[in-house]
């Protein structure tokens, strides 16, 4: 009986390493692609926006611009309703695109704010991020109300951003900006134990090379999205005018 009892337990141990290994693998692969769909954005941002006579080019021509946003919607819209019929080029091909149609529409920052205070925003940005998803990561609680609830809010900030576009007040402005800066903070940790608890869930799934990098996409975009939003949400505080 000891000996049945031995070899179960090491049975069992074995999985719980395997499964260790497979969420870290899988982890490690989502801060990848994040990672490089960051760089791609904050290259292609950098080059046109401290170029004056394509930046000024692109702020002159509006119909460019709103194509390239046009063209964000759209590609979150098809990787996170068909990321599972892609095939992995595609669904790569697709982030990629979306991170440089961003740096296409963050060039224009460099217009409104200084280098230094882009580059010192941006720090406090992937600090703030990197402790809320380490959190989010390492935690035994449970953020499922806590992400429910931010995303409901996130509806109710996008709603008062739009009609602050009509009404131009300067309170709901920096309403929308600090509860927004709540909003994203609670989302990076709830989608990083997210991420965690579906690679947990997913388990042998995951080292299919094909469903691993799909799924690895999936996560590098949500986590993508919630740095960008939340470092636009801090440049409005920490970010110094050109002017």
């Known amino acids: 009986m000891d000996r049945t009892y031995m070899q179960q337990s090491a049975r069992s141990a074995m999985s719980t390493a395997d499964q260790v290994s497979v969420t870290a693998g899988f982890i490690n692969r989502v801060y990848g692609w994040m990672s490089g769909g960051l760089t791609l954005t904050g290259v292609i941002a950098y080059l046109i926006g401290t170029d004056p006579v394509m930046a000024r080019k692109l702020a002159a021509n509006p119909g460019l611009l709103w194509g390239a946003i046009i063209g964000e919607f759209i590609l979150v ?90 009404i131009g007040s300067s309170a709901l402005y920096w309403v929308v900006t600090y509860v927004g800066i709540l909003i ?36 590098a975009l949500t986590l993508y999205l919630d740095f960008i939003n939340l470092f636009l949400l801090l440049l409005r505080i920490f970010g110094n005018s050109r002017d």
Do not use: H, W
């Open 184 to 219: 994203f903070v609670g989302l990076t940790a709830y989608d990083t134990q997210k991420i965690k608890e579906m690679s947990i869930a997913l388990g042998p799934e995951l080292s299919a090379v094909d469903a691993g990098k799909k799924y690895a996409i999936m996560g």
């Open 77 to 166: 819209i098809a990787i996170s309703a068909g990321i599972k019929k892609m095939s992995v080029a595609v669904a790569s091909g697709c982030y990629l695109l979306y991170s440089a149609l961003t740096g296409v529409v963050l060039s224009l920052i460099f217009l409104t704010f200084t280098l230094e205070s882009i580059a010192t925003t941006f720090f406090i940005t992937a600090l703030t991020f990197g402790a809320m998803s380490i959190y989010g990561y390492v935690t035994k609680r449970d953020l499922t109300s806590i992400g429910n609830l931010c995303l409901m809010a996130l509806i109710g900030l996008i709603i008062a951003s739009v009609i602050n576009i009509f």
